[in-house]
């Protein structure tokens, strides 16, 4: 069975910092993806991570994937308030046809940055 | 549309009710996705479509839960009998068939059962 774990599930950080989010996940994948939802919304795609070593990077967010490690990090540069938002890592099971089953989720790492 | 809808967006109803939870994906995505999101357990894949057809229904939680898919298109979520557990809300995804299986979600059903 599938497991995904993130760390930190809450985190409070001051606008400027840096701070890492950790994605690791139980069987082999090399599909994984980030989310971002704000309170009471839905889930907004953030990243598609399709291979080892990917790296993508979107304004002040940087997401990488080792499947080795089957680990993926999102780095998160000069927080600003404006990120504050509860960010999920998803994994995906392939199946026989080659198409993406559906996703495993983490339990979510709630980001506070206060101004 | 541009995006995933689903209807109703909120959804009341007593225990014992049947409820039908509706979903209209992205023009042209084959593959349709059921999730269920709440604070207990989280966000929780239930069913996946690739056009009319789901290979694997045992993400369902109970027997009361059914889905289906007509014309590669419009899914339903039907639950049987609801109970107060099943108060959750349930999101929609699609996705092109393509290498980075992307999903892209809806804003979900919020369902109370009371």
């Known amino acids: 069975e599938l497991k995904v774990e993130q760390n930190p599930l809450f985190l409070s950080m001051q606008e400027g910092k840096n701070y890492t989010i950790y994605c690791n996940y139980s069987t082999t994948s090399d599909r994984l993806y980030w989310y971002r939802q704000d309170p009471g919304k839905s889930l907004e795609s953030l990243f598609v991570?399709?291979?080892?070593?990917a790296v993508k990077q979107e304004g002040r967010l940087m997401a990488s994937l080792d499947t080795k490690a089957r680990l993926s990090t999102l780095h998160i540069t000069a927080a600003v308030h404006d990120l504050s938002a509860t960010y999920f890592c998803a994994v995906a099971s392939i199946n026989s046809g080659g198409g993406a089953d559906g996703l495993t989720f983490g339990k979510g790492t709630h980001l506070i940055i206060q101004p | 549309g541009a995006g995933v809808s689903q209807s109703p967006s909120n959804k009341v109803t007593e225990k014992g009710k049947d409820v039908e939870l509706r979903c209209d994906p992205i023009s042209g995505h084959t593959a349709l996705y059921w999730y269920r999101q709440s604070l207990g357990q989280g966000l929780e894949f239930l069913i996946y479509?690739?056009?009319?057809?789901?290979?694997?229904k045992s993400g369902l939680p109970s027997d009361r839960f059914s889905a289906e898919r007509t014309g590669g298109s419009v899914s339903t979520l039907t639950i049987q009998r609801t109970q107060q557990e099943d108060s959750a809300v349930y999101l929609c995804?699609?996705?092109?068939?393509?290498?980075?299986?992307?999903?892209?979600f809806g804003p979900g059903t919020r369902l109370t059962v009371l």
């Open positions: 479509f690739q056009g009319n057809s789901a290979p694997d």
């Open positions: 991570l399709l291979s080892n070593g």
């Open positions: 995804a699609s996705s092109h068939t393509s290498m980075t299986g992307e999903q892209f």
